[in-house]
């Protein structure tokens, strides 16, 4: 009987997790779908739309046109510079607040716990008015500088480097090192998961972002690939066939470093939340 319960309950426990998976995902299905189709909305139901022939012609249609290759580049060049950036000065953050005892530290882990409290919208206007004033305004400084560090990038590291136990660095000292000689041959090393989950993390928020990128542009050459979609849009009239593709240039990045990472990114996020 127990064990009959127990079968039951990990069949439903499965089922549970296949539907609300099929839920999750058939979005990002019926985006390809419509990406492979030609006119996708002459179909009058799922399924002739499902068996109709499969064309990669709205792909190369949307990346020869509209400049997207260079859309494609800016976001590239954007999320790889502001995650470079993260992975430097967070990680010079965190080792400073996780093993120096300097009196202001305490204060300084309050301030980056009380920064990440405050919604990004909040700061919208201020940082714009910012950006106007250094004019920065269609320039790559503006889409990269106020992101090269993040406060949940400082916390995150900041637990991790806790969990390094600190005889290793203690033990080092002993042998003659330097402060510097132990971060680059000791810290960092034993830091690359949680310097592969930042990075990831940075990457696809950056990658994705369309709300900053928006404001601090209004050149078509400047335009990252989230806010080139919403021109997009207004374009082609709502031609889904190239849309859904333009949005599959835009998510198969993402796609493709959840699924190589993924191990990396559970393991990160649940290490930072082990110890305080």
Known sequence: MRLRFAFLKKFFINLTLVLVSVVMLFPLFWMFLLSLKEFPEQYSNFFSLLFSPFTFKNYIEAFQSDNFYVYIFNSFIVAFFVTLGNVIFCFLVAYSLARKKYVINKFIFITVLAVMIIPQHVIMI??????????????????????????????????????????????????????????????????????????????????????????????????TLPVALAFYLGKQSIDWGHLMAGASFSALPVLLLFLLFQKYIIKGLVSGALKE
């Open 126 to 223: 201020p940082l714009y008015r910012l950006i106007v004033n250094f004019h920065w305004i269609n320039t790559y400084y503006a889409l990269v500088l106020p992101w090269v560090v993040t406060p949940f990038g400082i916390f995150m590291v900041r637990q991790y480097i806790q969990q390094i136990p600190k005889e290793i660095e203690e033990s080092a000292k002993v042998d003659g090192c330097s402060d510097w000689k132990i971060i680059i041959k000791i810290v960092i090393p034993l830091s690359k998961p949680v310097f592969i989950v930042l990075g990831i993390y940075v990457f696809l928020s950056n990658w994705n972002s369309f709300l900053f990128p928006f404001i601090f542009t209004n050149e078509d050459t400047m335009r």
